[in-house]
């Protein structure tokens, strides 16, 4: 990749890069296709103009690679370009470039105003990355939870104890549950064992999606890599787990509602968690929660214990994410396990 590419550019191409290690080479060739389309100064280049001038850091953190191929996905799912849809449904990049290279100029709005919107992704597969997180708190601490999700986007992963899920030889949850979970686990299993019991659940995000809306129900599904099937599977199923159970998640931001919601309760443990969350926020924000967070933990006691659990990027890895735990009384914090992105391994620390 040449060093004078510019920064805009150069996010395509890394993004396209990390598409194929996660497994979606159909991505990885559509974005090198933008990558050049942009250099060429074609139809890709005044879609990106609202990012042209960020730095490549800011260009991930904005994720506007993924804006653009979210973007030419929705359009497919929607039916309302005939060509684009039939170039999906063949899942063959060569295909898909050559019907969405015209649509970028004739459906230029449309397509602006889709990546306008911050992306909004709710991978249900993280659910098994944090699976262990939450039986180790109801196994050390012996009491049923209280779990609170930030940035919930449609609130999918606050049913992760209605799923069914495959670690290694070993599984947990309802076997016939519609949602069914498995990764490539390495490591010990986690605790098993734990009797779980979850007794209250709420979320918010900034911009929740409303699953009973099918324009932003589409949304959520574009951002699922069109050439990963068993991913579309798994979120449509959950979708509908969520529905059935009248899941809500309230529009407010992270700190406001951590400071107004979440209180502990005597004879349960409170659950704070988040998965892919915290890079997305300003450094002030982060001090901020941390302090809501911490001033919560002071009032922790064995009868009321406050667990935070997250899944976040770990430092320098491209695609690697960290899962971990600290629980109050006591506040250590430990490092339980490190998972691809999407939830597609796991190797458990415990």
């Known amino acids: ?32 296709r933008a990558a050049a389309d942009w250099q060429a100064g074609g139809p890709v280049r005044p879609l990106l103009e609202p990012w042209a001038d960020l730095p490549l850091k800011a ?15 929705e359009l497919a799912l929607s039916g309302d370009d005939p060509a684009v849809t039939r170039a999906y449904e063949r899942l063959d990049a060569e295909a898909i470039w050559a019907a969405v290279h015209p649509a970028m100029t004739v459906r230029r709005e449309r397509l602006a105003a889709f990546m306008s919107h911050e992306p909004q992704t709710n991978e249900v597969r993280r659910s098994i990355c944090l699976l262990g997180g939450f039986l180790d708190v109801a196994k050390t601490t012996r009491l049923p939870l209280r779990c609170f999700e930030l940035a919930a986007s449609a609130g999918l992963n ?17 076997l016939h549950a519609a949602v069914q979970i498995d990764t490539d686990w390495s490591g010990p299993p986690p605790a098993l064992d734990a009797v779980v019991k979850v007794i209250e659940r709420a979320a918010c995000d900034r911009r929740p999606t409303d699953l009973n809306d099918p324009d932003q129900r589409r949304r959520l599904v574009s951002y699922i890599w069109a050439d990963q099937p068993e991913r579309l599977a798994r979120l449509r199923a959950a979708i509908e787990v969520a529905q059935a159970q009248g899941v809500t998640v309230a529009a407010a931001d992270a700190v406001d509602w951590t400071r107004r919601e979440v209180a502990l309760q005597d004879g349960a443990a409170t659950v704070l968690y988040h998965s892919v969350f915290w890079t997305y926020m300003t450094a002030e924000r982060q001090a901020a929660l941390t302090g809501e967070i911490e001033a919560k933990a002071v009032y922790a006691t064995d009868r009321a214990p406050f667990a935070w659990l997250r899944m976040e990027p770990k430092p320098g890895g491209m695609g690697e994410m960290e899962v971990r735990l600290t629980l109050w009384p006591g506040g250590q914090e430990r490092l339980l396990a490190e998972t691809q992105a999407h939830g597609a391994w796991v190797r458990w620390a415990g």
Request: charged share 25%.
């Open 59 to 73: 260009q991930f953190e904005a994720a506007v690679p993924l804006r653009l191929i979210a973007s030419w996905h």
């Open 1 to 32: 990749m040449s060093e004078d590419l510019p920064d805009v550019a150069k996010a395509l191409t890394l993004q396209g890069g990390m598409c194929r290690t996660m497994g979606s080479p159909m991505n990885g060739d559509l974005l090198d």
């Open 158 to 174: 606050l049913s992760w104890d209605r799923y069914h899920y495959r670690i290694g030889e070993d599984d947990w949850g309802e």
